[in-house]
């Protein structure tokens, strides 16, 4: 590191105060000197992804896994632009990210420099672009600026969603005072809300209470909270589908969700939703069941639905002051629902059965293990059947559903918890980003990808068939043996197919028992048909089967 003290080793100095203990991204010329001040510190750790969204990735997940704040660092040009989708899934979802996007040097503006981003002179304007996908972006033009556009992005980062810097590289390796902006500006603490007209509604409800539990449980990791506020109530949570930790075992909400939260709906007096906005992903088919019952809101945003609302910013300090303002309904026993599955159609094909698959890791993981899991098919089979481990983590992105989320979410998740992490993808999100394995091989870090192999992109082949008379086979790919040629591709990392579910228990044990990353590359068919309610529709009308 250099002698001098430069706004880098500043940048740097501030995430460490401020308890970020990694910093993940992509090298590269102008953004160089910031990983540079990082180098060989013992207090944050960097974490070099494949690609810019893999990074992103990682901040998101190191954030949503509880370390309240995720940095991401990524060069000018291609390699910025690589960090939109992933910023967009932290929007979406209210993650807190830091983005810090490096940029060719100031004197330089709009005068021919590679990746010129600087808006000048007809160049690609990364401060407008940028602002779409943040909170807070501000280019930094000069060192002097450096500490009040800092703690302005770690303000608006904590609100929930990412901020953006920009940072040419001049500014970045300019000289400055090692005192400057020591006592950055912090936010105040979110003040109680006013509960009287919930505690009020709560009051007055007659039977139970439903309650429906959000993704902004997880973000200010209220889940103690949560539990006893339902004590409270004596009402059993349900979920919306990416905030199923909350309440390990507890039923989802929506288009991948069980049968037994309509049930739950319809025999209660009112509904309270904590910490969502029900969007549709999580409302569908619960449309009418809400409209029938008057329906509570406390969190951060007014929810899609027609609610009574009071805004929360702070749900791990609202919920304590509402459980005490309610009382305790000693009415109401809890009643316990049964996550119970919908009944989707006989496939045929080759290959393990999705439930067959996702019943076997639910045998096999520990509690306490975390699990990411991507979007398709499986995603949507996961989310149903899967519970969430007892202390663990349950990571999905459905803010924007971008593919192969997983690989980098899950290098996050393990940097801030160290715990056993399976990823559940698909083939076509491994082909997106799923070099991230070998990021998780570098750091031996202890991930267990499960590459659920249909040779397709097997939502799009299921819309095909149910919605294009069979469609072309446009979605569908060539074989391939996944665990085979990772293994091939990357000595050291055990990797395995497994073609019938009576070698599934066995693979999943010793992948689970690795000391570092570990592959199982599971052949299943592309049509399969999962248990999402929109497809199901199409077939039969879904029903209950018992839970196995």
Request: glycine share 10%.
């Amino acid at each position: 590191m250099a002698e001098e003290y430069r706004v880098v080793d500043h940048i740097v100095d501030r995430l460490a105060a401020r308890g970020v203990r990694h910093l993940f991204g992509v090298d590269g010329a102008n953004i160089e000197d910031l990983f540079d001040a990082a180098a060989g510190r013992e207090d944050v750790a960097t974490v070099l992804a494949k690609h810019e969204f893999g990074a992103a990735a990682m901040a998101d997940g190191y954030s949503r896994s509880g370390a309240r704040l995720g940095v991401v660092a990524a060069t000018s040009g291609g390699g910025c632009l690589n960090l939109v989708p992933g910023l967009g899934e932290s929007l979406a979802r209210r993650v807190p990210v830091l983005a810090l996007v490096g940029q060719a040097p100031t004197r330089l503006d709009g005068r021919g420099a590679f990746q010129d981003t600087s808006g000048a002179d007809d160049t690609l304007d990364a401060e407008a672009l940028f602002s779409a996908v943040s909170l807070y972006c501000r280019r930094v033009t000069r060192p002097e600026d450096i500490a009040r556009a800092l703690a302005d992005a770690f303000t608006a980062a904590s609100a929930g969603g990412p901020a953006v810097l920009l940072l040419p590289k001049d500014i970045q390796q300019a000289v400055m005072s090692p005192t400057v902006g020591l006592s950055a500006h912090r936010p105040p603490r979110a003040p109680l809300p006013d509960l009287d007209d919930i505690v009020g509604a709560l009051r007055a409800a007659t039977g139970p209470v439903a309650v429906i539990a959000g993704e902004q449980v997880a973000r200010d990791d209220a889940r103690a909270e949560l539990r006893l506020l339902c004590d409270a109530l004596g009402a059993q949570p349900a979920t919306v589908p990416d905030a199923k930790d909350v309440a390990p075992g507890a039923p989802v909400t929506g288009v991948m969700g069980h049968p037994a939260v309509v049930a739950a709906l319809e025999r209660s007096t009112a509904c309270l939703l904590i910490g969502t906005r029900m969007d549709v992903t999580a409302r569908a088919g619960l449309d009418g069941a809400l409209a029938a019952v008057p329906t509570l809101s406390i969190g951060s945003a007014v929810p899609y639905v027609a609610a009574m609302h009071c805004r929360a910013d702070d749900l791990r300090a609202a919920l304590p002051a509402l459980t005490a303002a309610v009382g305790r309904r000693s009415d109401y026993a809890r009643k316990v629902l049964s996550p119970s599955e919908l009944s989707t159609p006989a496939a045929c094909g080759p290959g393990v059965r999705y439930r067959t698959a996702l019943h076997a890791i639910d045998a096999a993981l520990p509690a306490g293990a975390d699990i990411v899991v991507d979007a398709g098919n499986i995603g949507a089979a996961a989310i149903h059947h899967l519970p969430a481990r007892a202390d663990g983590r349950f990571l999905v992105a459905l803010g924007m559903g971008g593919m192969g989320y997983s690989f980098g979410a899950a290098v996050g998740s393990v940097a801030h918890r160290g715990r056993r992490t399976v990823v559940i993808a698909g083939d076509g999100s491994f082909y997106m980003h799923g070099m991230e394995i070998h990021t998780a091989l570098r750091y031996r870090l202890p991930i267990t990808f499960l590459l659920f192999d249909n040779h397709a992109h097997a939502m799009c082949v299921t819309r095909e068939q149910l919605f294009y008379g069979g469609g072309d086979g446009r979605n569908r790919f060539g074989p391939s043996r996944l665990g085979a040629g990772l293994a091939a591709m990357f000595p050291g990392l055990p990797a395995v197919d497994v073609d019938a579910a009576q070698h599934l228990p066995a693979a999943l044990r010793t992948a689970l028992a690795c000391d570092g990353p570990s592959v199982v590359a599971v052949e299943c068919s592309p049509d399969e048909i999962p248990p999402f309610a929109a497809f199901l529709t199409q077939k039969e009308s879904p029903h209950v089967a018992a839970h196995a």
